[in-house]
């Protein structure tokens, strides 16, 4: 099975930062990559899939980047409703998760 | 609007069968895999299975021996039945969609219910 890592697992950022966060898949996976967005206590909610495609309703200020085995999510001008745990996935793995946390 | 919505015990004696549902409304069925994940407290994703209408599924080698996904089209539902449950099944479980013939993601999630092993 192919490995996710993301990078870091950890963040501490303001409003109105600019935060990337990682994700290296231990081989290629083309575009086969998708990310989500979960709040405490709330299902999983997808951000972006075939690694850059926004997905219907997702505020621009997100984006995706990459092919084969990088990838990187990029939050452009962070909200107070963005701070929360994002998760990178390929078929069926999920990476460890970044939490984006209030600095 | 589609809607996911998982039911069942929210409390599982170890060594019994962990039972839930999945009710899928306002959608085409036969069109998606639907699929269960679960996440342990302060724990990352991982998946289960899935089932296509069909009857299809294909499972999380890890639980593979435990782990049954059954499917009522006459219902639009999916079923989920891990047997000899331990404290490690504990878990927020979710049932959602996935979209397949472009790329693959889960696009619609249920809310999600708790699940405690416990005698």
């Known amino acids: 099975d192919i490995q996710l890592t993301q990078s870091p697992s950890f963040l501490s950022a303001s409003v109105g930062d600019r935060v990337s966060i990682t994700c290296r898949a231990s081989?290629?996976?083309?575009?086969?990559l998708a990310w989500y967005q979960q709040k405490p206590g709330k299902a999983p909610n997808l951000l972006i899939y075939?690694?850059?495609t926004l997905q219907s309703g997702v505020p621009s200020r997100f984006s995706g980047s990459g092919s084969g085995t990088d990838f990187t999510l990029t939050i452009i001008g962070l909200q107070p409703e963005d701070f929360a745990t994002y998760y990178c996935?390929?078929?069926?793995?999920f990476g460890g998760g970044t939490k984006v946390e209030i600095k | 609007q589609v809607q996911l919505q998982e039911s069942g015990p929210g409390l599982v004696k170890p060594s019994e069968t962990l039972s839930l549902t999945c009710s899928v409304s306002?959608?085409?069925?036969?069109?998606?895999?639907w699929t269960w994940i679960r996440q342990s407290p302060g724990e990352e994703l991982e998946w289960i299975g899935y089932?296509?209408?069909?009857?299809?599924?294909n499972y999380n080698p890890s639980l593979k021996s435990r782990v049954a996904i059954l499917v009522d089209t006459s219902k639009n539902q999916f079923s989920l039945r891990l047997n000899s449950v331990t404290t490690a099944d504990t878990a927020v479980y979710y049932c959602?969609?996935?979209?397949?013939?472009?790329?693959?993601?889960?696009?619609?999630w249920g809310k999600g219910t708790t699940v405690t092993v416990s005698s």
């Open positions: 959602a969609r996935i979209v397949w013939w472009d790329h693959y993601y889960m696009d619609v």
């Open positions: 306002g959608d085409s069925f036969s069109r998606y895999y």
């Open positions: 089932i296509y209408h069909s009857g299809t599924t």
């Open positions: 081989q290629g996976v083309s575009n086969y």
């Open positions: 075939a690694a850059s």
């Open positions: 996935q390929h078929l069926h793995s």
